[in-house]
């Protein structure tokens, strides 16, 4: 069974800085989807970035990046130039390949964003 | 922007009652998923729905759960005889077939149970 642990429930960051957070996940799989959502006070799962394994190249999208290593099994997220709506719960999450197939989610880093 | 949404937000029940989660899944979406949060810990799959039959279930999913899509449009969880364990935030997921897309999750329903 895949599994996916963050290492870091708690991370905090000053305003404008860049912060990481952790994920390692455990599949016996090649082809498999990572993700990394936010989840807000309001509880609603938002989605902030996705890797697919089959991709050497790391995803970005605007201030969120990745840096995915695949014989590690890591997948970090870097947050550049954080904001104060930043600050939420993140997941770490994989994926096996197939369209139908389940989420398995790890732990969730709580991030905090200092003014 | 098409989404997932669910219905009640919030719902208090006394241990032992049935209740049932809605969920209206965006509406091209061919597969459907549950998912559990406990407060305070990480998000569980459920199940997953599809084709009209369940395709997979964790272990949590006993026989006291059970799902359904009555309509072209609902999506329903059934707990049939809730236990105080099963307090928590469900959320639904629909993805609409293809392997890259992305789950939407919908907002959530706290079920908070006496």
């Known amino acids: 069974a895949q599994t996916v642990t963050q290492s870091q429930p708690e991370m905090s960051v ?15 799989e ?39 290593q695949k014989a590690a099994k890591s997948f970090s997220l870097k947050i550049s130039d954080s904001q104060l709506g930043d600050a939420a719960m993140y997941f770490c999450a994989y994926r096996r390949q197939g369209a139908g197939n389940m989420l398995t989610f790890g732990g969730g880093t709580r991030l905090m964003v200092k003014p | 922007e098409p989404e997932v949404t669910q219905t009640p937000s919030h719902q208090v029940t006394q241990m032992g009652q049935e ?24 998000v569980e799959f459920l199940v997953s729905f599809y084709n009209n039959e369940i395709s997979e279930k964790s272990e949590i999913f006993d026989d006291q759960f ?5 309509d072209g449009s609902n999506f329903t969880l059934k707990i049939r005889s809730t236990k105080l364990e ?28 006496l």
Request: proline share 5%; net charge neutral; hydrophobic share 30%.
């Open chain 1, 14 to 28: 000053q305003e404008a800085e860049t912060v990481t957070l952790s994920c390692t996940y455990d599949t016996s």
């Open chain 1, 30 to 68: 090649s082809d498999y989807y990572l993700f990394w959502y936010k989840q807000p006070p309001s509880r609603q799962m938002i989605l902030v970035i996705r890797q697919e394994a089959y991709k050497q190249q790391n995803a970005t999208e605007n201030r969120f990046s990745v840096n995915f």
């Open chain 2, 19 to 42: 209740v049932i989660l809605r969920c209206v899944p965006i509406s091209n979406h061919l597969y459907f998923y549950w998912y559990r949060q406990i407060l305070g810990q990480k």
């Open chain 2, 66 to 70: 059970s799902v359904e899509r009555p």
């Open chain 2, 86 to 113: 099963d307090s928590a935030m469900y959320f639904c997921a629909s993805i609409e077939g293809s392997s890259y897309n992305e789950q939407f999750f919908g907002p959530g329903t706290r079920l908070t149970v």
